[in-house]
C-alpha cells in the first residue's frame, strides 16, 4: 500500500490560516453580530406623541434579593416612565435582609406613586426551581389579575431612561413581536470593567447575533434578563415560566421556548437604560461569569474541552504567531488575523466609550474568561456550581431532564 506523506510546512501553513480564516467567517458570514449600530435600541422622543394604543398597559415584575441599594433607583425610573400608560411595578422580596422591601417603598413615596407599586414577600422556592425565577412567577400570578398588555421582567438594578419602555412597547407593536428584550448598558467605571465588560457584551452578541434572533428563519434564540417585554398571552403558549424552572441562564431559556412555540422575539442594545451594579475588582467580574459558563456548556467536559480549543485557535493564537512564528507567511496570517479580530471588536469598545487601545486587549480577556469557564466546570464538579446571593443553584440534584 502505497505511503501517503506529509509536507509538515504545509500542515504550518493551514493551521496559520486557521485563526483567519475564523476571523473572516465572524466578520462576514455570523448575522453581522459586530455591528453594533444596527442593534441599538431606536431612540426615544420624550415629547413624541403615544405611538402605542393608548389600553397598552405594562407591569413590571421586579424579582430582588438584597438589592437595597440600587432598587430605589430602579423603581423610581420605572414609574416616572412616559409615553406609556402609568407602569405599576410588583416587587417580589425574596428573602432579603437588608431592607430591599422598604427601600422599594420608600421610592415610590418619595415619587408621590406609592399606589403603583406592590410588594409582595417571596416564599423560599420549591424544589425544582430556581429563587429567581420561582420570585418571577409569584410576580405573574400577582399580575395576572391586573391584565396587562405586557409584562417587563426587570432586574432590581437596572435603571430606565425615561422613554425606553415605550420604545420596546412601540418596538412589539410596530414588528408584531412577543418578546422584546434589551442588554441594558452595563457599567465601565472601573478598569477591570473597561478590560472586561465590553467583551462580556461582544461574545454574547457572537453567541446569539441580533439578526438571527429576530429572524423566524433561524433557531438561534436569546435574551438579556434584566430587561424582558414579553405578552402574557406569549409566556402562557410558551409553558410560562414552569417551563423553565430550573434554568440558570433563564432569559436565553424563555426566549428559546418563546420562539419554539412560535413566538417572535427580537433583542437590541440599549444607549442610555443602564445597570448600577458596579464590579470593583477582575475577581467579581471573574465570579459573575463562571456563575453560568459550564450551565452554557450543557456540564459537558467534552464541550469544554471544544471551547478551550476553539479560544485558543480563535483569539490566542494570532499574538503567538506574532510572537513565535519564523516564516514571514505564518507572520503575516497571524497579524491579519489580530487585525480583523480587533476592527470587530472596535466597535463594542468605541461603543462602551473606552479607549480604543482596550480593542488590543481581546486575546487576554479571552484568556481570561476561559479561566472563569475552567473555574465554572470546577465549581461545578464541588457542588458549588450557579452560586448567586448566597445560594448554589447549578448543582447536580438541580439539573434539567436530558442534560
Same mark, same amino acid.
Given at each position: ?205 457572537? /453567541?446569539? !447575533? *441580533? ?5 423566524? &428563519?433561524?433557531?438561534? $434564540?436569546? #435574551?438579556? %434578563? =434584566? ?88 483569539? /490566542?493564537? !494570532? *499574538? ?5 512564528? &519564523?516564516?514571514?507567511? $505564518?507572520? #503575516?496570517? %497571524? =497579524? ?68
Amino acid at each position: 500500500m502505497p505511503q501517503v506523506s506529509v509536507d509538515p510546512v504545509t500542515v504550518a501553513q493551514a493551521a496559520a490560516a486557521l485563526p483567519l480564516a475564523i476571523w473572516l467567517y465572524l466578520l462576514l458570514a455570523r448575522g453581522g453580530f459586530w455591528r453594533v449600530s444596527r442593534a441599538l435600541l431606536p431612540r426615544s422622543s420624550p415629547g413624541a406623541a403615544v405611538v402605542s394604543p393608548p389600553g397598552r398597559r405594562v407591569v413590571a415584575v421586579v424579582p430582588a434579593r438584597d438589592e437595597a441599594e440600587g432598587i430605589g433607583r430602579a423603581v423610581s425610573s420605572l414609574l416616572a416612565q412616559k409615553r406609556v400608560p402609568p407602569v405599576e411595578v410588583i416587587v417580589v422580596d425574596d428573602g432579603s435582609t437588608d431592607g430591599t422591601a422598604e427601600a422599594a417603598m420608600r421610592a415610590a413615596e418619595d415619587a408621590g406613586a406609592g399606589e403603583r407599586l406592590t410588594v409582595l414577600r417571596g416564599t423560599p422556592p420549591p424544589p425544582g426551581w430556581t429563587g429567581k425565577l420561582w420570585a418571577m412567577s409569584q410576580g405573574v400570578a400577582a399580575a395576572a389579575g391586573r391584565n396587562p398588555d405586557f409584562l417587563l421582567f426587570t432586574d432590581a438594578d437596572i435603571e430606565y431612561a425615561p422613554g425606553d419602555v415605550a420604545v420596546l412597547a412601540d418596538t412589539a407593536e410596530a414588528q408584531r413581536l412577543d418578546l422584546v428584550s434589551l442588554m441594558v448598558r452595563l457599567s465601565t467605571a472601573t478598569f477591570a470593567e473597561r478590560c472586561l465588560i465590553p467583551a462580556f457584551v461582544f461574545f454574547f452578541l457572537k /453567541l446569539y !447575533p *441580533p439578526a438571527w434572533i429576530a429572524s423566524p &428563519r433561524s433557531s438561534v $434564540a436569546g #435574551a438579556a %434578563g =434584566g430587561c424582558m417585554l414579553i405578552r402574557p398571552a406569549a409566556l402562557a403558549r410558551a409553558g410560562g415560566l414552569a417551563a423553565i424552572r430550573g434554568r440558570i441562564i433563564d432569559d436565553c431559556a424563555l426566549a428559546r421556548a418563546v420562539k419554539s412555540s412560535g413566538g417572535r422575539i427580537w433583542l437590541g442594545l440599549a444607549r442610555q437604560t443602564r445597570s448600577l451594579r458596579v464590579y470593583g475588582s477582575f475577581a467579581e467580574i471573574g465570579a459573575m461569569i463562571s456563575r453560568t459558563a459550564f450551565n452554557q456548556l450543557r456540564h459537558s467536559y467534552l464541550l469544554l474541552a471544544g471551547t478551550l480549543l476553539g479560544l485558543l485557535a480563535t483569539y /490566542l493564537a !494570532p *499574538p503567538l504567531l506574532l510572537l513565535l512564528a &519564523r516564516r514571514p507567511d $505564518a507572520l #503575516a496570517l %497571524g =497579524g491579519a488575523a489580530w487585525l480583523l479580530m480587533t476592527l470587530c471588536y472596535l466597535p463594542m469598545v468605541r461603543f462602551y466609550r473606552v479607549s480604543s487601545a482596550y480593542a488590543l486587549l481581546l486575546p487576554a480577556v479571552a484568556l481570561f474568561y476561559a479561566g472563569a469557564t475552567v473555574h465554572s466546570a470546577v465549581q461545578y464538579a464541588a457542588g458549588r456550581g450557579g452560586k448567586w446571593k448566597g445560594r448554589a443553584q447549578d448543582v447536580r440534584s438541580a439539573r434539567e431532564p436530558g442534560m
